[in-house]
């Protein structure tokens, strides 16, 4: 089973709403990742937890807050966010350090919409 | 820092017939991965095969392959047989094989239409 799951799949929200994003895994995977993608782009990377400890930020804005509240769960909080921030957020996970771990399966995505 | 070239933004196939999308990558490690994702209209992001650099023998799942030329830095996608469900875009994508790393490189995408 290689099935990472988020939610909700759209999100509607104005530039002073508070929401987050969710995504969860059941496969025992100690890496999980959120990407951002715009329309006709490929995904750009903004955070990567490793072992539940937050190792990688892509100099993103402080609007996004990532937590990872257990092995299983990755949240990304939104908070004033620009029309500019609307996109596909995908979420990602992997096991580093096993064989063929490397290997970076996807959740189908949150569309996000802000006005 | 590592680049992926995709050097087609858009192709089209008969259904039934073979098509391959190109990919190069530009880089100074010896030891990597290589991977080819398609994300269909419904936007998940799904794998289709993955190749580890420091083996020759190029990766084959069912109708989909790849040619890989180390020296050359190239990683085409060969796909057999296409079928309508094929239609997606294609991304090529380059990982360091670092303990710790986790950073994929993505090309810009190939955008193929299987046509019936």
């Known amino acids: 089973d290689t099935e990472v799951t988020q939610t909700p799949k759209h999100l509607v929200m104005g530039m002073t709403n508070k929401k987050s994003l969710k995504c969860e895994q059941h496969?025992?995977?100690?890496?999980m990742y959120w990407y951002k993608q715009k329309a006709k782009k490929p995904p750009e990377l903004m955070f990567v937890?490793?072992?539940?400890?937050?190792?990688i930020n892509e100099s993103v804005p402080s609007r996004f807050s990532p937590e990872c509240p257990n092995s299983s769960l990755l949240n990304l909080h939104l908070h004033a966010l620009q029309p500019e921030d609307s996109a596909l957020y995908l979420c990602?996970?992997?096991?580093?350090?096993?064989?063929?771990?490397?290997?970076?399966?996807f959740g189908p995505g949150t569309r996000l919409t802000v006005l | 820092a590592q680049t992926v070239t995709q050097s087609q933004p858009e192709m089209s196939v008969q259904e039934a017939e073979t098509v391959t999308l190109s990919c190069t990558y530009d880089?100074?490690?010896?030891?990597?991965?290589l991977f080819w994702y398609k994300q269909p209209p419904s936007r998940q992001m799904i794998l289709v095969i993955r190749?580890?650099?420091?083996?020759?023998q190029n990766a084959t799942e069912n109708r989909f392959s790849v040619n890989f030329q180390k020296a050359a830095k190239s990683f085409s996608l060969k796909i057999s047989d296409s079928q309508l469900g094929d239609t997606a875009m294609y991304f090529c994508?380059?990982?360091?094989?670092?303990?710790?790393?986790?950073?994929?490189?993505f090309g810009k995408g190939t955008k193929l239409s299987v046509i019936p």
């Open positions: 990602a996970s992997s096991s580093p350090g096993l064989a063929g771990g490397d290997t970076q399966y």
């Open positions: 496969m025992g995977h100690r890496a």
């Open positions: 937890y490793s072992y539940e400890k937050l190792s």
């Open positions: 880089t100074s490690e010896s030891n990597y991965y």
């Open positions: 190749q580890e650099a420091y083996k020759q």
């Open positions: 994508a380059f990982m360091k094989a670092l303990a710790g790393s986790y950073q994929l490189t």
